[in-house]
């Protein structure tokens, strides 16, 4: 079915459980889901229940959307995304932030559990998104271009909104938190990287590496969404000496990092 008829589906559904204005959405990643406990009045959306969403099939990531009031704004909480490396293509990768603008949401936090390539960062760290570099091997924006969603050729030279990250970072202080800003590069996974992969990602200007988000930023950029993105640093992902990386390290990090992740979101989204 045509993608536009797609998204008209899936908006309808969702409106036909909660039809109110939606402030703000944000995307859940690995070990990031604990924010969803502080969302009152929910309403819980399964992903299996909504058309054109396939279910997610990663462990640690739950796979539904929850509505409800966080810090007295409306919100709408992705707790699991689809990937790349799922086997998904990008189009329905990327079909959820179709749908969230769809509903008129026009801000976006996009978060990621990702590994450390900046030698100054530390595992627990949380990483402001100031750009990307795309090493996914894929585009969500490939084939044809649907004129009523965006242009042919999108801007990306502020891809991450300027005004986004200010409020995250003086959020940050406020509460005293500790944040990097850096660089996030993603690839297709799911292999972790190798020695030398590292040191070229490192190379070419990354400062944390991941397997997501960006299909979901370009996405947004298309619409003209505002993006703010988050990573939590996991592990450290550096080429000399490098150790082997579990998924159960990295969502048990994530977990470890998750208040402090918590408060500086609710922060963010109250004053945004
Ligand atoms: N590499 C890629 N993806 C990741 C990593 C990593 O080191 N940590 C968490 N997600």
Known sequence: MDLLKRIEEAKAFILSKHSKEIQAAIILGSGLGGIVKDIENQKVIKYSEIPGFPESTVKGHAGEIIIGELCGKTVLAMNGRFHYYEGYDMQTVTFPVRVIKALGI?????TNAAGGMNPNFEPGDLMIITD????????????ANYEELGPRFPDMSSAYNKQLIELALSSAKALNIKVQQGVYCPVSGPTYETAAELKMLRLIGGDAVGMSTVPEVIVANHMSMKVLGISCITDMAIG????????????????????KFISLVKEIIEKM
């Open 106 to 110: 026009e801000n976006i936090i996009i």
């Open 132 to 143: 990307h570099i795309n090493m996914m091997g894929a585009n969500p924006l490939i084939g």
């Open 240 to 259: 000399d000496n490098l150790e082997p990386l579990d998924h159960s390290r990295v969502v048990e990090t994530a977990n470890k990092a998750m208040a």
